[in-house]
């Protein structure tokens, strides 16, 4: 596609919930990023994706939250047993490949409110 | 592991006047500098980014940044702000062999008319 996507744009959810998130990358771009933004607060590093390789897990919090990615294309972000703290904006980016020099695109986000 | 920090939460500017946002990372090789825009209810946008070379990185927008190794510093700058860059931007820092980069946690500029 033209560029990152993201759905749903907001979700509102009740404690204790389980949510997906989902991201559709850039075709062709082999790695994906999930970072969290709380308020006021930068970006915090999830979870990354490089082709069929194992990804890196070291950025997710908890337990309660999982990622997956079907080959190159759409990932999905699971949070379980959802919890007031988890409200946040949910960024997803990709890039052409692993190097961290390669600029990330990221898409719009999606707003997650866990009442 | 690398990390960054911007200073100020929020810097307010007159449109036409100059801006300089900060930002300090931390990491023993050569970095990699990354700053981006983040506009109201869009997606983070590249604005420029070092890696090795010229110090002096142009971007888009008219903006540019410096890499000052003796002060691991890489502050972007603009010489004449319009009301359009009010946003919040990014630093960011990367590095060879690490899959993720470091974000600080932003500058949210306002433009006063």
């Known amino acids: 596609g033209a560029g990152v996507s993201q759905s749903p744009s907001n979700k509102v959810t009740e404690k204790g919930k389980d949510v997906e998130l989902r991201c559709d990358p850039i075709?062709?771009?082999?790695?994906l990023y999930w970072y969290r933004q709380r308020l006021g607060q930068g970006l915090e590093f999830l979870i990354y994706?490089?082709?069929?390789?194992?990804?890196?897990k070291s950025g997710l919090p908890s337990d309660r939250f999982s990622a997956e990615r079907t080959g190159e294309s759409v990932s999905t972000l699971t949070i379980q047993r959802t919890q007031q703290e988890d409200s946040a904006v949910y960024l997803c980016a990709s890039s052409l490949d692993r190097a961290s020099y390669n600029e990330q695109f990221f898409g719009p986000g999606t707003r997650l409110t866990v009442l | 592991a690398q990390s960054v920090t911007q200073p100020d939460i929020h810097i307010t500017v007159s449109e036409g006047a100059s801006l300089e946002l900060r930002c300090n990372y931390s990491?023993?090789?050569?970095?990699?500098l990354f700053w981006y825009v983040q506009s109201p209810g869009q997606g983070l946008q590249l604005l420029l980014k070092y890696f090795s070379g010229d110090t002096l990185v142009q971007g888009i927008k008219g903006f540019e940044a410096e890499f000052k190794r003796s002060q691991s510093s890489f502050n972007l700058r603009k010489p004449s702000v319009h009301w359009s860059d009010a946003a919040e931007y990014f630093c960011?820092?990367?590095?060879?062999?690490?899959?993720?980069?470091?974000f600080g946690a932003g500058t949210r500029l306002t433009v006063k008319p």
């Open positions: 994706f490089q082709g069929n390789s194992a990804p890196d």
């Open positions: 990491y023993g090789a050569t970095p990699y």
């Open positions: 960011a820092v990367g590095a060879q062999g690490n899959n993720d980069m470091r």
């Open positions: 075709s062709g771009h082999t790695a």
